[in-house]
C-alpha cells in the first residue's frame, strides 16, 4: 500500500481545509487509516482514525466537533475535513494505514505512511 497525502495550505484562524490521502493497492480497503500530526518540535500525536468498515474510531479532544474524518474504499482515500481551524492545528499532517482493527495511537502500530502535508493555520 502506497499513501500521499495533499491539500495542506495556508489559511487563517476560523477558516477551513479538506486533506485527502490517496492509496494505491487492492489491500487498502482492509486497513484502517489514521491522521497523525506533528508540529515543530512536537512528538507525532493521532487526530482521528477510520476503521476498514467506515466506522470512526478515533478523533482527539482537541479536534472533536471541529474535524471529520471520512473514507471512500471504492475510491481508495480517505479525507480529513478541518473546520473553525486554529494556529495551534499548524503541523505537518500523515496519512498512514494500520493493519490492526482497534484504535492505535502509535505510529509504530502503522504500517503505511504518506509524505505529510502542512497545514498553517494564521491568527
Known amino acids: 500500500v502506497q499513501l500521499q497525502a495533499s491539500g495542506g495550505g495556508l489559511v487563517q484562524a476560523g477558516g477551513s481545509l479538506r486533506l485527502s490521502c490517496a492509496a494505491s493497492?487492492?489491500?487498502?480497503?482492509?486497513?484502517?487509516v489514521g491522521w497523525f500530526r506533528q508540529a515543530p518540535g512536537k512528538e507525532r500525536n493521532l487526530v482521528a482514525q477510520?476503521?476498514?468498515?467506515?466506522?470512526?474510531?478515533y478523533y482527539a479532544d482537541s479536534v472533536k466537533g471541529r474535524f471529520t474524518i471520512s473514507r471512500d474504499n471504492a475510491e481508495n482515500m480517505v479525507y480529513l475535513q478541518m473546520n473553525s481551524l486554529k494556529p495551534e492545528d499548524t503541523a505537518v499532517y500523515y496519512c498512514?494505514?494500520?493493519?490492526?482493527?482497534?484504535?492505535?495511537?502509535?505510529?509504530?502500530?502503522?504500517?503505511?505512511w504518506g509524505q505529510g502535508t502542512l497545514v498553517t493555520v494564521s491568527s
Open positions: 498512514a494505514a494500520t493493519r490492526y482493527f482497534s484504535t492505535r495511537y502509535a505510529p509504530t502500530d502503522y504500517d503505511y
Open positions: 493497492g487492492r489491500t487498502f480497503s482492509s486497513y484502517g
Open positions: 477510520i476503521r476498514s468498515s467506515g466506522a470512526i474510531s
